[in-house]
């Protein structure tokens, strides 16, 4: 077996894994070592291109036998190129050995690895997606300081922990969002500096330089950092451009998790549909077509009831399908993102804390639930796990592309005559994910014959601290869930009321 020892890098190992894929060596004749903490091993700052200067024996590849036949470097698809970098940022013992494993299997002709019924293609998809959604949080979560003005360079400094190796892939984007001014983002495994044009990265030393560099003291940090209003404005502001939001009003020394939820808080998004309703001539573009490439799996079309359903990989880690529940047909269907903690133990449809909730704003809107049909637009409960507890997952576009076959099943059985969606998933499921939720607030929109009234998600409403801030969203879903009656009992919208027709945007 080879002991190959390569740098905790997917540039090194592409390079590994293109001689030994030269050489026709097999995953199983392979142990993949990080040379990090070795005693001998090449330092960290070792950079690709002295790799490719001493060549592969550095890291324990032999060359090939002047006899041995080479082969030729198989062409990978840049899709799968990515995906492989993505999953490469993911600290696990085994990392650089998926890897290998998947691109070999690609490179004999077994297209069937990336599926989610495959164990490698499971494991990758697995991977790629805790990497996507950490950065995600990376990019949200991170606070930055301003150190004091008569310091050198760089002006602002921040601190994250994250649990996989996500300093380059989070660091481009910050740059190509703050310009010209200078910061360092540090976190345990190493530390990034952007002056402006370049990122410069620095990793953790060995051992010998670590005792040459110089001592710290313990509140170094602490006296360079200093905050002021205007500095978290800064930050807030730079927050409300890359992400298209705004944090919940908040005292700002305690502003460190942006709500979770729509792009737009609640009374500036009404705002902007009452605007829009005034308008005439509302054009929306339609949704582009979605492309997708040979790597991708197909979906498969179900063979069975809905408990059998294997279209996507959410049934590995639910307990069971939530199906739809209420009359057929009904004048009126609901439809939430998808099922929760509680939803998912017993199997009905909005029976947790939201489900109670919007028990009491259909109250207010003066419906009774027995008359609606509540459904969701994906039926298995995604989550992952995040300091010992559950938590919940918003839904890839693949996956709720996957779950419309058995939504569309429901919506031809009920023939609701108007549709309520909770949350953007759900009316991104019936138009498009190009559709935005806060540009449709307040506003009915044509669809297939039937009309669409989008609202909040009632969890949401249960997330706010702000008592106001979720009363007035409360009060929002209310109001969406009146006009929803009224339009079911009517053959035409409310006078006034501003339909946009969506047909020409349908898939």
Not at 159 to 176: C, I, K, Q, T, V
Not at 330 to 354: D, L, S
């Amino acid at each position: 077996m080879k002991r190959i020892s390569i740098e905790p890098s997917f540039a090194i190992w592409r390079r590994a894994a293109r001689v030994l894929l030269q050489q026709g060596v097999e995953p199983s004749q392979i142990e993949w070592v990080e040379s990090e903490g070795e005693a001998g091993a090449p330092s960290l700052r070792a950079t690709e291109s002295a790799f490719a200067t001493a060549g592969a024996s550095e890291t324990g590849i032999a060359p090939a036998p002047a006899s041995a036949p080479v082969l030729a470097t198989p062409a990978i698809p840049r899709e799968l190129l990515s995906w492989l970098k993505t999953a490469a940022c993911f600290r696990a013992p085994d990392r650089w050995a998926l890897l290998y494993r998947v691109l070999w299997r690609w490179t004999r002709g077994e297209r069937n690895v990336l599926d989610l019924d495959d164990p490698d293609g499971a494991l990758l998809d697995q991977r790629i997606r805790t990497i996507e959604r950490e950065t995600e949080d990376l990019l949200t979560l991170t606070l930055f300081r301003r150190r004091d003005p008569s310091m050198e360079p760089p002006e602002f400094v921040g601190w994250y922990e994250p649990h996989h190796d996500l300093l380059e892939r989070a660091a481009e984007r910050f740059a190509r969002q703050t310009g010209n001014s200078t910061w360092m983002l540090a976190t345990p495994h190493g530390a990034v500096f952007w002056n402006g044009m370049l990122l410069r990265t620095d990793r953790p030393v060995t051992a010998e330089c670590e005792q040459a560099a110089p001592v710290l003291e313990a509140n170094a940090m602490t006296g360079e950092a200093i905050t002021s209003t205007p500095t978290e404005a800064l930050w807030l502001a730079y927050y409300c451009k890359a992400f298209n939001a705004q944090p919940s009003p908040v005292p700002l020394r305690y502003w460190r998790r942006p709500p979770a939820g729509p792009p737009l808080p609640a009374h500036l998004a009404r705002e902007r549909s009452r605007l829009g309703a005034q308008s005439a001539a509302v054009t929306v573009p339609p949704m582009p077509p979605i492309e997708y490439s040979a790597v991708t799996p197909p979906l498969r079309e179900p063979t069975g009831p809905l408990a059998t359903c294997r279209r996507c990989a959410l049934w590995r880690n639910a307990k069971q399908p939530v199906a739809g529940a209420g009359p057929a047909p009904a004048a009126i269907m609901v439809i939430g993102e998808q099922p929760g903690e509680h939803g998912n133990q017993h199997g009905e449809p909005f029976t947790g804390p939201a489900g109670q909730l919007l028990d009491t704003v259909l109250a207010r809107a003066g419906l009774e639930r027995q008359t609606l049909y509540l459904t969701y637009a994906v039926k298995h409960y995604k989550w992952e796990t995040l300091d010992q507890q559950r938590v919940h997952r918003t839904p890839v576009w693949r996956e709720i592309e996957a779950c419309q076959y058995w939504l569309e099943k429901e919506l031809a059985q009920v023939a609701p005559r108007v549709v309520v969606t909770l949350g953007a998933t759900a009316l991104q499921t019936l138009t498009g994910p190009h559709v935005n939720l806060s540009e449709y607030l307040g506003q009915t929109i044509a669809h297939n014959g039937r009309l669409i009234v989008p609202t909040w998600h009632p969890s949401y409403a249960l997330g706010m601290a702000d008592a106001t801030l979720r009363d007035n969203v409360v009060a929002t879903i209310a109001a969406a869930f009146s006009r929803a009656a009224a339009l079911a009992g009517d053959s035409a919208p409310p006078e006034g009321e501003h339909v946009r027709d969506r047909s020409d945007a349908q898939r």
